[in-house]
């Protein structure tokens, strides 16, 4: 099961893009990138997931590498409400939630 | 839909105490799952469940045990609380275990346990 290497922390101005960067150069084929966050004091939350073509959705848009081995989650105008953890994770296309490897993210800081 | 709803929010117990997290969700899921959160470490699974009658042990079983009689309850039993269970405990769903459909986890907001 690919593990993914995010660096511990980043900032962030508000009102600016923050683009943050995931490596998972043992990623196999048919294995899928989540993003989720988690907010202090609350459970995870859901961002986006993506295979091999870049994602959008209302929250955020998934930029993966042709060769698959590393993405990057943008949010287009980061907020106040966005200073959170953000967990990169690989799940086989198909596969279990029981082989999830979570690690400790990238704490993401919003200033004003 | 409320969602993964988890109680209580807060616990403290005394050593060799027993207690029972709840978690119970309304969007009919499949899959169930506890995981502890400590400082340092990323989410670790203890148990799960791929649906009423079906549980199976994660990373981190030991002093935990789970039982699923319903589609939505999922609870977390501590048989005999050690100083090393304190932890954040949190329940997440998703509607498939496996399968074409790639449903991302839905989780609570967790319990908050501190083991004396």
């Known amino acids: 099961d690919a593990k993914t290497t995010q660096p511990p922390s980043m900032d962030c101005a508000e009102g600016r893009a923050a683009n943050l960067p995931c490596n998972h150069s043992?990623?196999?084929?048919?294995?899928?990138v989540y993003w989720y966050r988690q907010i202090h004091s609350q459970g995870p939350q859901y961002i986006i997931h993506?295979?091999?073509?870049?994602e959008t959705n209302e929250m955020a848009s998934l930029i993966i590498t042709e060769d698959r081995k590393s993405s990057t989650l943008i949010l287009p105008h980061a907020t106040l409400r966005d200073t959170a953890v953000y967990y990169c994770?690989?799940?086989?296309?198909?596969?279990?939630?029981?082989?999830?490897?979570w690690g400790l993210g990238t704490s993401l800081a919003v200033n004003p | 839909n409320a969602g993964v709803t988890q109680t209580p929010k807060f616990q403290v117990l005394k050593t060799g105490q027993s207690m029972t997290l709840q978690c119970a969700q309304d969007?009919?899921?499949?899959?169930m799952s506890w995981y502890r959160q400590d400082p340092g470490m990323g989410l670790r699974l203890i148990h799960y469940?791929?649906?009423?009658?079906?549980?199976d042990q994660g990373e981190v079983p030991n002093g935990y045990n789970v039982s699923r009689s319903t589609t939505e309850d999922f609870p977390l039993r501590l048989l005999s609380a050690a100083p090393s269970q304190t932890s954040v405990y949190f329940c997440?769903?998703?509607?498939?275990?496996?399968?074409?459909?790639?449903?991302?986890?839905?989780f609570g907001n967790g319990t908050r346990l501190t083991v004396t």
């Open positions: 997440a769903s998703s509607y498939r275990f496996t399968g074409v459909d790639n449903s991302p986890l839905h």
């Open positions: 969007m009919n899921h499949e899959y």
């Open positions: 469940s791929v649906g009423a009658g079906i549980t």
């Open positions: 043992t990623i196999s084929g048919n294995e899928y």
């Open positions: 993506g295979l091999k073509n870049n």
């Open positions: 994770i690989v799940r086989p296309g198909g596969g279990n939630n029981r082989k999830l490897i």
